[in-house]
């Protein structure tokens, strides 16, 4: 079987983004320069393939390859998945494989030469490029892609990029399309207190304080004994403690009370939700605060059917 290499460039981890900063960075005073849109997106790759690291800093931190209007929908993006997206780990276009490979693997020992690279000028604006990430593979088929460009300050950028549609590039399967699909996912998600509620209750369950926190509000309230409220912050060092108890009063091996009560969807009602509107639920009151819903109160003493 063949080494794989798991290429994850663009990843961006909610509750703690670790978005690329070339993907919103403004373009450096200098940068690759190159006399053709072929020339761009063959040395690209070329530097690439060579040292993927060394090529992210080259062409993307110094906001050498992408155009403006590019790197506004990736900044986007990430706003999107540092504010709302709080219940997955990886979050925004590109995160769960390599977008310039359009894979999640790729050989190890992949170069320019070994993959078979060919970029080809279309107009005066698009390149397509063909490749192959498992050259040692017979039965490998060839990645191809469209990069369409743009001329800024005097030099070439990456607008956008096509994959093709049964062998047809189309608008409705390119990188901006991609990324307005995934802040729309990001936005509907964060309007659905039933979304987040079972992801709450996940982490109760699984007793994992550091994701619980993402939907700890600036404070949550929480009612360690009747009578006695204390604010707690997200980073507050009380929250392992706190989620160890409402594990085990929901999820401990004979407990009185057995499970987290379920939010159904459209709980909050129809539409957008209004902003301060309250959602009950157990021991839990989630309010919806700037595009999203928050813990905003937590009483484990409180009883624990959805009202």
Request: hydrophobic share 40%.
């Amino acid at each position: 079987m063949p080494a794989y290499k798991n290429l994850v460039l663009a990843a961006a981890l909610c509750g703690g983004v670790a978005a690329s900063a070339g993907v919103l960075a403004a373009p450096a005073a200098e940068g690759p320069a190159a006399s053709t849109p072929v020339a761009l997106i063959t040395a690209f790759y070329r530097d690439y393939f060579a040292n993927e690291a060394a090529a992210k800093k080259r062409y993307l931190d110094s906001g050498a390859f992408y155009s403006a209007g590019a790197r506004k929908l990736l900044a986007d993006n990430d706003f999107a998945c540092r504010q709302v997206a709080r219940g997955d780990d990886m979050c925004g276009y590109g995160a769960d494989a390599d977008m310039f490979l359009d894979a999640q693997d790729s050989d190890p020992e992949l170069t320019l030469a070994s993959s078979g690279f060919t970029a080809k000028a279309v107009g005066a604006n698009a390149v397509d490029v063909s490749f192959k990430v498992f050259p040692k593979d017979p039965g490998s088929q060839r990645t191809t892609m469209r990069y369409l460009v743009v001329r800024e300050g005097g030099q070439w950028r990456v607008d956008d990029v096509l994959r093709p549609v049964k062998g047809v590039y189309a608008a409705r399967n390119s990188m901006r399309q991609g990324i307005l699909d995934d802040i729309a996912a990001i936005s509907k998600a964060a309007l659905d207190v039933a979304d987040a509620s079972s992801w709450v209750n996940n982490y109760v369950e699984e007793q994992q304080a550091d994701r619980f926190a993402r939907f700890v509000g600036s404070p949550v309230t929480v009612c360690v004994r009747k009578d006695a409220c204390v604010p707690y912050a997200q980073d507050d060092a009380r929250l392992p403690a706190l989620v160890k108890t409402l594990h085990d009063t929901y999820f401990k091996p004979g407990a009185a009370k057995k499970g987290l009560p379920a939010i159904t969807a459209g709980k909050q009602g129809a539409g957008a939700p209004k902003e301060e509107s309250v959602v009950h639920n157990g021991p839990f009151d989630y309010t919806f605060r700037h595009g999203t819903w928050w813990l905003s109160r937590i009483d484990p003493g409180r009883a624990s059917a959805a009202r």
